[in-house]
């Protein structure tokens, strides 16, 4: 009984002491922590997961919103290749850096051809041929971007189609296989993220590796596509003929080769000053 | 010169201009450098690993507003394709050739006199610059690109241009008109969010901070900014109110300046003037520039203000603090004492098996005589008037649309935030409401006052008059705390006999008359500024206090009715789901003889309740209903 009394008087004081503590800790909160929640900025709208150098180039690109003057739309095609291509996990887009005068030009090639378009392994490069490869589910309606002239403005047509690209097909088996270098894009990302603890024995090895069917030398010159003797049979490949035309009387690939300064007439200053 | 060959002349000359013509109908391109510059991925890195873009969107170009503009009259260091890879930088202050231009001007058209303006703004790089600060001084394209032409968005049938069509037929003066006429409607083509969004990207970068050596308040511009009314309206889908350049940038738009420079639009002297301008706040005196525009919660506001603020906290803490204690102790003591079960229909009076000698008043002879005594739900005695009926659905409706229109501004960040404010219809509608329910609130308060006077002032002449029973705090409140309390830990046997309004109402009460009285103030400062900064005295200290209190009070006075008087009218036991005096003004019998036992002693003696410990005494346990 005495026993009983004990415990009928300790407990309204535990309970004092539990109402008292949690009273303090939520008015706390209350006061002091929901004023620093309300300061947060809303978080960002979560990115599709992207590859190392895909991220990179969009941070790049936020970085620079200011210092390129004249608008942009957003670059569709590099997306949509991010994680579909060995090569554009550890490489950038713009991956031509050491000829000076042609690193642009070469570069904007990638939004129209995979890389082993150009870089296709030796033993492949006799027997070759050209076709679209779209790595996304999405299936367009248009024909690839750049394969047809809008005559109302003189520019690329209109398409929804931002995401084929040209690629190299090669003999297998009897039949055709696009050769597009899906299939090392995990083993790419290991290494972007762990390269860094590997020795430089196992780098070179990983790299070897990865760049088993490629060859680091390209194949083919400006001259390859851009003739008349194209290597490329554009009209197979849905290019309208005025692109066509365009296309294979090209002179900027002789200009680049040969670097043949070809100064503005006077007639333009002569009209406009 | 026959035929023949006159026929070949014009051929050969069509045959020459055709590149022209094609380039002239398209965007002005006359040397072609879209044939490169229209590729996206015309791109590279330099040596120092700066990732350059070449890439020139044709398709946006020919709708932007240098579409008539030749690439060579901006990059005029490019003689020869291919060109040299170092080209220059664009200097916006260089002639360039419109035609349209000549129609006003005769001459070539020239960013000249702003390129000066902005030499000799803040932003200007200066002589005596150093290196690493100039460099990170914006250049015209960090703020500008080249912006697409809207000319859809204006209205060319205006009557003022079809008189000037009368005698300027020349093509082209439309456009120029069209053009002047959309800077008399907006500063700048940016939406006001773009601008912070682009002033943020150096003020509020750390190591920008860094290198100009900004510190204290300099360095959290952004960030005091983003507190302010101003900048939450923007947030949540306004228009019309100050971005940075509505303030900062004057009356030309590049000749932003220090504040001390006398020149600039902030500085204290002409700081009333910008108010002024724009017609944002016509009536702005001096007295204005006491008003902190970038006033923030949270950063440094000065000595005074930070005082007050924290004990603003403090005494939101220990209000919280007090309130979630009782609940939690009336909570454990009522159902500790069995006093009532959670859900008030649940109640079962219980058997009085007591005796008490019958034959006279037992009143006050019962501890715990509400656990005996039965009550109609919708109430036994009467407890308000209509006029405090009415009173109290104004208070719930307007405090309701008020939290609903206002915290979403407080809480400007959250996602919440701008759902709710989309669902009034826009932060537009939703700051009339908030005013308009403003002033229903203040008339509310206002009709609350006449009928407290006039009650008193009737019971004052009949003399039945008792401050006893009014909501005026009194020492017996502190003492019937304490016995509460002691109750509710079982360290009493009955509750104390408390009056009509008890502990409880009377915090909730005086709390109101804060709360309305802040409010109000405030909320005609938030709306007045311009008016009340003249009638505060030491309006730096008093009405950036004010302003701050707004918000503060606001979260105090939600949190308070919804976590408290929800709890006490709602969801205390006994007391779920809710009780009728709100509708009816009637409080049930038990409620009252629990509560308020004094004020049921008093409806005994006037005769509006009966004396329920007679009835036990008698033996009859239940009353009629």
């Given amino acids: 009984m005495s026993s009983n009394e004990k415990k009928s008087s300790a407990e309204p004081f535990i309970a004092f002491i539990i109402i008292i503590a949690l009273s303090a800790l939520f008015s706390a909160y209350l006061t002091f922590r929901l004023q620093f929640e309300r300061s947060k900025e809303p978080p960002e709208p979560k990115t599709k997961e992207m590859s190392f150098q895909t991220m990179r180039i969009k941070e790049q690109e936020r970085k620079q919103k200011h ?39 070469m570069n904007l090639h990638t939004e129209f051809l995979t890389c082993h378009a150009c870089h296709l392994k030796a033993e492949h490069q006799e027997k070759v041929r050209f076709g679209w490869v779209n790595p996304t589910a999405h299936k367009p309606q248009g024909k690839p971007y750049g394969t047809s002239i809008d005559v109302a403005n003189g520019l690329f047509a209109e398409t929804d189609d931002h995401y084929s690209k040209l690629t190299p097909f090669i003999q297998v088996n009897g039949g055709w296989k696009a050769v597009t270098s899906e299939e090392g894009v995990e083993a790419a990302k290991k290494y972007m993220e762990q390269g860094k603890t590997y020795s430089p024995e196992k780098k070179k090895e990983i790299e070897d590796r990865l760049h088993q069917g490629t060859e680091l030398k390209e194949f083919i010159k400006c001259s390859s596509c851009h003739s008349a003797t194209s290597i490329m049979n554009f009209k197979e490949l849905a290019f309208d003929p005025a692109r066509i035309n365009q296309l294979v009387q090209m002179e900027i690939g002789g200009m680049l080769t040969n670097y043949d300064v070809f100064y503005f007439p006077q007639i333009f200053e002569e009209k406009f000053k | 010169m026959n035929r023949k060959k006159i026929v070949l002349l014009c051929i050969v000359a069509c045959l020459l201009l055709l590149p022209l013509w094609c380039s002239l109908s398209f965007a002005r391109d006359p ?8 590729y996206r991925r015309l791109r590279g890195y330099d040596e120092k690993g700066v990732l350059h873009n070449y890439y020139v969107d044709a398709k946006l170009h020919n709708e932007s507003i240098h579409r008539d503009v030749a690439c060579v009259d901006c990059h005029t260091d490019i003689d020869q394709v291919p060109h040299k890879a170092d080209a220059k930088k664009v200097d916006c202050s260089k002639e360039c ?10 001459g070539p058209f ?49 009557p003022v241009l079809k008189r000037c069509m009368n005698c300027h037929k020349e093509k082209g003066l439309k456009d120029i008109f069209i053009h002047i006429y959309h800077r008399f409607k907006r500063k700048h083509v940016r939406k006001p969010l773009e601008i912070v969004e682009l002033c943020s990207g150096c003020h509020a970068d750390k190591d920008f901070q860094n290198v100009m050596g900004f510190t204290g308040a300099r360095a959290e511009v952004v960030e005091t900014y983003k507190e302010t009314i101003h900048y939450r309206i923007l947030q949540l889908g306004g228009q019309d109110t100050a971005d940075c350049t509505n303030c900062h940038a004057g009356g030309t738009i590049h000749n932003i300046l220090p504040v001390s420079d006398p020149k600039s639009s902030v500085n204290p002297e002409n700081r009333y003037r910008t108010c002024q301008a724009e017609g944002c706040h016509p009536g702005a005196s001096p007295r204005i520039s006491n008003i902190d525009s970038h006033l923030s919660k949270d950063k440094d506001k000065g000595i005074e203000i930070t005082i007050i603020e924290s004990a603003m906290q403090g005494v939101m803490w220990f209000t919280l603090f007090f309130l979630f204690t009782l609940m939690g102790m009336e909570t454990y003591g009522r159902l500790r004492n069995h ?58 409706i307007t405090f309701t649309v008020a939290v609903a229109t206002g915290l979403p501004l407080y809480f400007h960040n959250s996602a919440i935030s701008h759902e709710v404010i989309n669902l009034v219809g826009g932060i537009n509608v939703t700051r009339v409401i908030h005013r308009f329910n403003a002033a229903l609130f203040t008339f509310n308060c206002l ?47 009955a509750r104390p006999h408390m009056e009509k309004f008890m502990y409880k109402q009377k915090v909730h009460y005086l709390a109101m008359i804060w709360g309305c009285s802040v409010l109000t103030l405030s909320g005609v400062c938030l709306l007045f500024p311009e008016s009340m900064v003249n009638y505060l005295p030491f309006p730096k200290v008093s009405f950036n206090l004010l302003r701050l209190l707004h918000a503060d009070e606001s979260v ?3 949190l308070v009715i919804t976590l408290w008087h929800l709890y006490n009218v709602h969801i205390a036991p006994g007391r779920f789901p809710l009780q009728w005096a709100f509708w009816n003004g009637r409080i049930t019998r038990d409620h009252q003889i629990e509560e308020h036992y004094l004020e049921y002693e008093r409806q005994v003696a006037e005769g509006i309740a009966e004396c329920e410990e007679d009835k036990l005494a008698k033996g009859g346990q239940s009353n009629e209903q």
């Avoid at chain 2, 349209?100 to 001007?105: L, Y």
């Fill in chain 2, 339 to 396: 006093d009532a079960r959670f859900f008030r229909w649940l109640r079962v009076p219980q058997k009085f098996t007591g005796k008490l000698p019958a034959g006279k008043h037992h009143i006050d002879e019962i501890p715990n005589l509400h656990r005996y005594v039965e009550f109609n739900p919708k109430g036994d005695y009467p407890r308000y008037s209509i006029n405090i009926v009415i009173n109290h659905f104004l208070v719930g």
């Fill in chain 2, 556 to 558: 105090l006075a939600f």
């Fill in chain 2, 97 to 106: 050739h419109i035609d349209k231009w000549k129609i006003m001007s005769g």
């Fill in chain 2, 447 to 493: 009709y609350h006052l006449i009928v407290l006077l006039c009650g008193t002032l009737k019971r004052m002449s009949s003399r039945t008059f008792d401050i006893r029973r009014t909501q005026f705090p009194l020492w017996k409140d502190a003492k019937d705390l304490y016995f509460d309390i002691r109750y509710f830990l079982g360290l009493e046997k």
């Fill in chain 2, 31 to 38: 040397e072609n450098c879209l044939f490169c510059h229209k």
């Fill in chain 1, 67 to 105: 210092e390129h003057f004249h608008l942009v739309t957003d670059d569709i095609n590099l997306e949509a290749w991010a994680d579909k291509s060995t090569c554009l996990i550890c490489h950038s887009p713009y991956p031509h850096g050491k000829n000076r005068k042609a690193k642009a030009i």
């Fill in chain 2, 110 to 158: 020239s960013h000249q006199e702003v390129a000066e303006n902005y030499r000799t703004s803040i932003h200007g790089v200066k002589p005596d610059d150093k290196p690493e600060v100039a460099q990170l001084k914006p250049d015209c394209k960090y703020c500008h690109v080249d912006d697409i032409y809207e000319l859809s968005e204006e209205v060319p049938s205006d």
